[in-house]
């Protein structure tokens, strides 16, 4: 029934092409999304990666961000036809960066409420983080 649920919300995502808005979730796991961390490498490095997850910085240390490195560093893992999901710490980032993304370039996007934070206290499965 879940990864029915899963399924239908990934659906809807790719007929209306809003940003999905949920937590973090071993359905989500399995279901194979692709999830870029957009975290900074300092983060990564503290807390490790979700199981899965592809590091791409959006926001330094400092809040500054490269739009078009971040673009071109996605590229690889993601497009416009299927939803992906983003995670940060604590879903703050991620909101702003899938809204834009959704809204300004057309990509679908499930940003992962609560972020790291919410994957550890449900024990998912996070590794650590190597460059």
């Known amino acids: ?36 961390d957009i975290r900074t490498p300092g983060e990564w490095k503290e807390t490790g990666l979700l199981k899965g997850a592809i590091p791409v910085m959006f ?21 416009k036809e299927k939803p992906f999901a983003l995670i940060c710490h604590t879903g703050s980032r991620t909101r702003t960066v899938s809204t834009y993304l959704d809204k300004n370039l057309g990509y679908r996007v499930i940003n992962l409420k609560g972020g790291m934070v919410y994957a550890k206290t449900q024990k998912l499965p996070i590794l650590p983080y190597r460059p």
């Open 1 to 36: 029934m879940i990864k029915l649920l899963l399924a239908l919300t990934l659906w809807c995502a790719a007929l209306l092409g809003e940003v999905i808005h949920e937590y973090p979730s071993l359905e989500l796991l399995d279901s194979n999304v692709t999830i870029i």
């Open 59 to 79: 926001f330094d240390e400092r809040g500054r961000y490269n739009l078009d490195g971040f673009l071109k560093a996605i590229a690889p893992y993601v497009s």
